[in-house]
């Protein structure tokens, strides 16, 4: 099965047998895409890492342009059935949000995997272009989130809206005290959202009344965990993963 999720920033394709995730690939997401190029991605990752074609297939997209394109493409190259995650797709966990379809595809999947794969209680953190909480709750219901804009947002944002400030690095600077502008930038924009982010686990443990797993995903995991007061889990693959449950769940 091909697990395909379409993000603003990146493209994520998994390969998996039942549950096994046999291969990854990445690239950019670009700003349009045609079918026919869609398709080129699926076979470029498929010839990178000798696999043969799946049989079915399974988006997440939330890039509303890009959506029709990439299920277009899986219809026409896997020769099975083409899941797309939304409305009417058997999740398996009780939606605690005052309108389940405007949960994000790409959200679903995170709450799907955590859950399976860390239990119940679990905080998902996803870090890529928005900066997304999904909280599970001791009951395995998916009980909200927090959605805020991600750390290289932050910076354009910054550099934009500022003539004088520069584009900067994202890196975590030696100090938190900026000796010149570009230090004092990543200080802000870097450990400013290592701070916001415990800073919101903290009032997710006090809302639910008792701490949790704190599972980390997405481009900046790596970077931003290493900054974090709190002990959490960096697991790269959980939004694939994800949409591999959700496939399992929901193949005839």
Known sequence: ????????TSTHLGIFEEDRLLGTFEHTTPA?????EARMRVRE???MLTLDVPGDAIISCVVPALADAWRRALVAE?????????????????????????VGSDRVADVVAARETYGAPVVAVDLGTTTNFEIVDAEGAFAGGIIAPGVALGAASLARA?????????????QAIGKNTRTAIQSGVV????????????????ELG??????VTGNFADTMSALLRHDVT???????RGLDRLWLANRR
């Open 191 to 206: 450990l400013g959202e290592a701070a916001r982010i415990d800073g919101l686990i903290d009032l997710v443990f006090a």
């Open 234 to 240: 960096v697991d790269g693959t959980l939004t694939l």
């Open 45 to 47: 990752a498929l010839g």
């Open 32 to 36: 349009r895409i045609t079918p026919d």
């Open 78 to 102: 896997c020769p099975g059935r083409t899941l797309v995650v939304g409305p009417g797709l058997k999740t398996g966990v009780c939606m605690r949000y005052d309108d389940p379809a405007e």
């Open 162 to 174: 500022a003539a004088r400030l520069p584009t900067v690095e994202l890196r975590a600077p030696a």
């Open 210 to 215: 008792q701490e949790a797993p704190v599972v």
């Open 1 to 8: 099965m091909l697990a395909v999720d379409v993000g603003n």
